[in-house]
Structure formats: C-alpha cells, structure tokens
C-alpha cells in the first residue's frame, strides 16, 4: 500500500512540475490576439470596364478630351462667348466623367455608401448630353470657320451623343434600382407587421416536435 502511494504521490509531484516547467518555458504558446490588417481593397473591375456602361464612360472621357484639345488650337476669336463656353464644358465633363469612370472602374464607389452613384451618374450623363449638345450649336453658329472649331464642333456632337445613350442607360438602372428598394421596404413592412400580428411560422424543428 506504501509503495502505491508513494507511486501516486511521485506522479501527482511530476505532472506538477511539468506544468511548472511549462508555464515558465520560453517557448510556451502564446495567446496574444493577431490583429488583421485590412485594405482599402482597391483592384481594377474589368468586367465594368468591359461592360456597355463602362465602355460609354470610356468614350466620353476620350471624346470630350479630344473635343477641349480641338478648342485649345484656337488662338484667335471675335466674339469669343462660344468658344469659352465650349471650352468650359468640353473641361468640366472631362474632369466629372474620368473621376466618375476612375470611381466605378477600381470600385472605390463602394466605399463611399453615403453617395447615391446611380443617381450622381444619372444626372451628370443627362446635364453632360444636354450642354455638349448646346455648346456645339452654339460653337457652330458662331465659329470662322478654322479647322480647330470644326473639329471641336463634330467631336462635340458625337460626345452629346455618346452622352445620350449613357442617359437612356442609366435612367433605366435608376428605375430599376428604385423599384427593387421600394420592393425590399415594402417586404419588410408586410414582415414586420405579420410579426406585430403573432403570424409568422413556428420553426419546422418544433413542429417534427409537435407532431
């Protein structure tokens, strides 16, 4: 009997003193929490670039920038209003539609959520469309006829065009849009109000139960 809890006693001494050992070893696993980094998550979305949309955005920037290139040839006008007015506009869609284009070819649109971009999108391809379009009439009726002003007239035309179709796109992705959240709010109305009624199903875990 001796000799047995003299055993037991041994191994109760040597499993506390492998946890001692353990517990003060250098090469104990530590459990210190590991932070996760996370990235802004920009990459190139080539399916957009690829897309109708993303094409179209693509060609507006080229024409406009090529429609403002044409304008800045001139260097001689009277009167001059056309001419800056076209100026202006070719400038200012260039500029709207490559941040535009730059936002929704690397996704960075998705991280600013407070931003309806179906809607800014919308409203920049109609105003773009209808301002190119009077900039160039208005640039033909008032030119001398330079190589620089014609050429800024037919490449604005063909952008207000470009930005036309745009317009037609996006006005249906903003109908469509706008029909599946009212959709969504009205299917969570009708679910909260079945709740508030005591409607909604019991689990099918607890009716195998029942039955």
Known sequence: MRNAEEVDGFEGEASNTSMMSGASSPYQPTTEPVVATHGLGIRCDTDYLRSALGILKMVEVILALIAFICIETVKECLPCGGLYFFEFVSCTAFVITGVLLLMFSLNLHTKVL????????????????????????????????????????????LAAGAYSVNSYLAIKIWRLASRRQAGGQSSEYTRARSESRGEVDSRPEIQRLEG
């Open 114 to 157: 407070q931003i309806n971009w179906n809607l800014t999108d919308l409203v920049n391809t109609v105003i773009s469309a209808i301002v190119f379009f009077i900039a160039s009439i208005v640039l033909a009726a008032m030119n001398h006829k330079r190589k620089g002003e014609v050429a800024a007239v037919v490449f604005g035309f």
